[in-house]
Every structure is written in C-alpha cells, then in structure tokens.
C-alpha cells in the first residue's frame, strides 16, 4: 500500500508524528564553549546520556538507549580505526556526522517497513583552537547542522528555538570560568525542560492545536527568570542525576574528555541548587 | 563476534596484518641496541631510556623516544625493532582508549598486560625472522592494588613481574650488574629513594652503559640532548623536563668539572 507516492509521504508524516511524542520525556542536552574547553550538560535517570567518542569528540544524546548504544558503537568504530590507520587528527566531527550518522539515521527513518532510530545526537568537538570548537547535531529524520559556541537537544524545533532565545539573551560565556557556564547550561537545560512539560500538558488536553501552540511558544511567551529557572533544576535534581562531561583544551595527554565527579561537579553548582534540600 | 570492546580484534576484521614475517636478507642489520631500566622507588616507578638509535655500527638517530606513554597511568619502553615497537604502541594504545570508551570502564591492569603479551605473541613469527623482534619492559600504576608496577617480557610474549628493577637492551648487562650491587650494598635501597635520588641514579647508570655500549647513547651537552626519564605515580604519569636532567646531571653526573 505504501507503493503509491501520497502513501509514503502520508506514513513518513505518521513517524514524526510517532518520533516527536517520543522525544517528549526525554532530558535536554546542553553544550557550551567555556574559556578552557568545551561542557556538555544533561540529567539523566539511570543510564548515562553523555560518552566519549574519541580524544576531542564528546557525545549527547536523547532518545532510546538501545538506539543510541547502536548509534554510539558505530561511531567509536570508526573513530578508532581512522583514528588507527590515519591518524588522530584525521578523526573530526564533522566526518564521523557526515559519514558515520547522517546516512544511518535518514535511511532508517524512510525505510517505512523498518524501525527508525529513536536518537537525537549532539556531536562536541574540541578544536586546537578555541575559534575551531564545533558542535553539530543531528534529528531523527537524518538533518544534521553545524553551530559554534553552543548547542542544544531538545524535544521539538519549537523547544530547541527556546533554549536558543535564553542562550542569546544572556552574556556570552566563551571567556567565562567553568562554574559561569555551567550555571548558564544548567539554566538553558531548565528552559528546555520547563517548554517540554508544557508542550505535553498542553498535547495532551488538545492535539489538534499543537501548531498554533508551538507557534506561541516559538516566539509569545516570555522566558522564566534566572531564580525560577535554577528552582525547577534543584527540584529535578532530587529525582534524578545532573551529568556533566567536559573537554578540557589544557588537559595532559591526548584525550581531553572527562567526566565531573559529583563532589566536582557539587562545588561548581550555584548555591540555589546545591543547598541542601529542605523538602 | 570476538570479545566486547576489542580494538585489535576489529582490526583484524577490517584485514589489517600486525608482524607479518618477512625473511631476513642475509648480512641485514636491523636497528635494534639501546638501553631501557625502569625501578621502583619511593613514590612510584621511574622508566627511562637513552634515544640512540643504530643500524650495526651506525648511529640513525639520537633523538628516539624508547619510553612512550600508552595512556595516563601506563608506559612501555621498548627495545628492539622500533618499527614493530612503534607500532605495537599505537596498537595498545587506541585498543585501551577503545575499550575505556566502548566499555564505560577503565581496561583492568591485568587486562593491560595481556593486551600487551597477546601482541608479542602474535608478533612471534616475525621475531624468530629476525626483522620484528622487540623485548618491552612495561610499567603502569595498578589502582585496584594501588601501586606502581613493572613487567618485562621477552621476544615470545612470556611475562615476568619485576620486584625491583628491570632493564632490557644492548646496554643493560652492564647496569643489571651496577643495579644488583647498588640495591644490595649501596646506601639505602632502591626502593626508597626519593624522587630526585631516583632520577640521579638513572642518568648515571644510562652514562654507565653508554660508557660500555656503543649503541646506547650517552648525554650530548652540547645538542643539549637527554634521556627520557618518567616517573609513573597514582596522579599518572609525569616527564621530567630536559632542564631538570641537566641540573642533575651537571651537579651530580659530572665529576669534577
């Protein structure tokens, strides 16, 4: 029945519709360029979101763990082997997005008989020099895009575009110390979070004024305040584990990734998250 | 399907060939002499090498790096055939960084140590061929027994703990001798020099057996060339700067000059 070309486009219709409800629950990923490197931040709920992919590439990801583990391991194969039989500055994030994801992931996704991968992938990479970092991400459907000084993961376009509003309203952070981004990060994650359960709520009292719903949220409603937004952090915090990776351009050796222990990470939190709880 | 998170087994699946024999021509001399000691001592382990290296009675290069680091808290010195040894250390290398990253969890020491003796093994046939024998001495931190150790090995993989010391190279029957008598009799053990005690008796066993071997190279003042000497402690791995080894060496190598 999908033979017929009106079909097709009307069953890849019906997978959005399928992928986008997926994304829903899902947690925000946050990078940024900071003065000595590259943070990516998210809060997870059992398994981890955020890995390393080779000496300067980290990796975020939304969605299913069994497709990103899928999606991950194909990446850090052929990381390693090109990294192997070239050398390490051959492996970029552009070519492992161009070459290793890209193809994958929109193949699955039109392959209507087939099951899509249920991912998001953001890609950091961390240049020799700081005007090289690069961030790209990629949707489900297979559209990747290349963006400097920051990224973002989020449900919707309509949620990324939010978190992207916060990031531009606020002052740079590309000369900033660790603990500046990552109360930025921590606050773009929460304007993710914060559009997403109002998107679901809204979703689920009436599907059929998403569009005009996403259109308000896009561009209408104002942005929460810094307090208010570190508040939904904390409260999210109790449930679940903040994660936070970082590409160190300084770092001795030739890998620059590493993960924030949570005392590290405890002492960098702005003090409306990391007070003890009174609830 | 081979083992989770094994670099060299992919490899292998993508055709790549690791020690290949290759028949020796008759009378070929491959680059093979140097000097490589690693001790224990107070904090850690020292490893250090001299950097010539030679084709017979000629001097290739003298600015070789024998003690290369394999990852953070992990080194290999190696002497023998620097084509294969090179390349054994770009093997281990990517194969720990691909387990870390595939398995979420830090290659074991163990696991480590047989990564390496499974790559001499293999290389086994081109060591008997005469063109890819190399004969490692490896030291890394062990954090589950948290401390620093020291394996050598020989050309078919077999692998010995070295409670003290181990050296390996054309040089090194002159300073086993020197080091034997120095644990044994000298002052205090090797064991429990500090640091910079530790980098003085390094340097002036590698001029011990560079006075003796031709084919291990001594300090060269004037090109301002120095050993490589690191020091592997539970904080990583460290290199002593060339101006430290200088210092050292002019007070404490030197003789009255």
């Not at chain 2, 081979?2 to 024999?21: A, I, R, T, V, W």
């Not at chain 2, 001399?29 to 904090?43: C, H, S």
């Amino acid at each position: 029945m999908y033979e017929e070309p009106y079909r097709w486009i009307e069953a890849v219709g019906n997978r959005r519709q399928y992928l986008d409800e997926q994304f829903a629950k899902g947690s925000p990923v946050v990078a940024l360029a900071y003065a000595d490197g590259i943070l990516m931040l998210t809060v997870s709920r059992g398994t981890p979101k955020l890995y390393e992919i080779y000496d300067r590439i980290a990796l975020g990801g939304m969605g299913h763990p069994a497709d990103l583990e899928k999606l991950r391991f194909s990446l850090l194969e052929m990381a390693h082997v090109e990294g192997f039989n070239r050398s390490p500055s051959d492996v970029t994030g552009a070519r492992l997005m161009k070459y290793g994801l890209a193809p994958t992931i929109k193949q699955a996704f039109e392959e209507i008989y087939k099951a899509p991968f249920i991912a998001k992938i953001l890609l950091a990479e961390l240049g020799v020099k700081p005007d090289r970092d690069l961030f790209l991400s990629i949707n489900y459907d297979g559209n990747f895009e290349e963006s400097r000084g920051w990224a973002a993961l989020g449900a919707t376009a309509s949620v990324q575009g939010r978190m992207r509003r916060y990031v531009e309203s606020q002052p740079a952070v590309a000369q900033a110390q660790l603990a500046q981004a990552v109360e930025l990060a921590l606050c773009t994650w929460a304007v993710g979070s914060l559009a997403q359960a109002v998107s679901e709520s809204t979703a689920a009292e009436s599907s059929s004024t998403q569009v005009s719903e996403e259109k308000t949220e896009g561009n209408g409603s104002s942005l929460p305040d810094k307090a208010a937004l570190l508040a939904h952090v904390r409260q999210t915090v109790g449930e679940k584990s903040l994660e936070c990776v970082l590409l160190e351009r300084r770092a001795p050796g030739s890998a620059k990734y590493r993960a924030l222990r949570p005392e590290e990470l405890g002492r960098l939190l702005p003090p409306a998250v990391s007070a003890p709880a009174t609830t | 399907m081979g083992m989770q998170g094994d670099f060299f087994q992919l490899l292998k699946e993508q055709g790549y060939q690791f020690g290949s024999p290759v028949a020796a021509a008759a009378g070929m001399e491959v680059p093979t002499a140097t000097t490589i000691l690693a001790l224990k001592y107070r904090d850690g382990v020292l490893i250090a090498g001299d950097r010539r290296a030679t084709a017979g009675n000629m001097v290739m290069y003298d600015r070789t790096d024998k003690v290369l680091e394999i990852d953070r808290h992990s080194v290999m010195a190696i002497a023998g055939v620097p084509a294969t040894a090179y390349e054994m250390v770009r093997v281990l290398e990517h194969s720990f960084k691909y387990y870390r990253r595939t398995q979420l969890q830090e290659l074991s020491f163990e696991g480590k140590l047989r990564a390496v003796s499974k790559l001499l093994k293999e290389n086994v046939p081109a060591a008997l061929a005469g063109t890819g024998a190399v004969v490692p001495v490896f030291a890394g931190y062990d954090h589950e027994q948290e401390s620093a150790k020291i394996y050598f090995y020989d050309i078919l993989g077999a692998e010995f703990e070295a409670v003290e010391y181990a050296v390996s190279g054309s040089g090194s029957p002159t300073i086993r001798g020197i080091l034997h008598y120095v644990n044994t009799w000298g002052p205090q053990p090797l064991a429990t020099l500090p640091e910079e005690q530790a980098t003085i008796q390094a340097l002036r066993l590698l001029s011990s057996a560079a006075e003796f071997d031709s084919a291990t190279g001594g300090v060269n003042r004037e090109l301002n060339l120095y050993p490589v000497v690191k020091l592997i402690k539970a904080s990583g791995v460290q290199t002593i700067p060339d101006a430290d080894l200088k210092r050292l060496h002019e007070s404490e190598v030197l003789r009255g000059r």
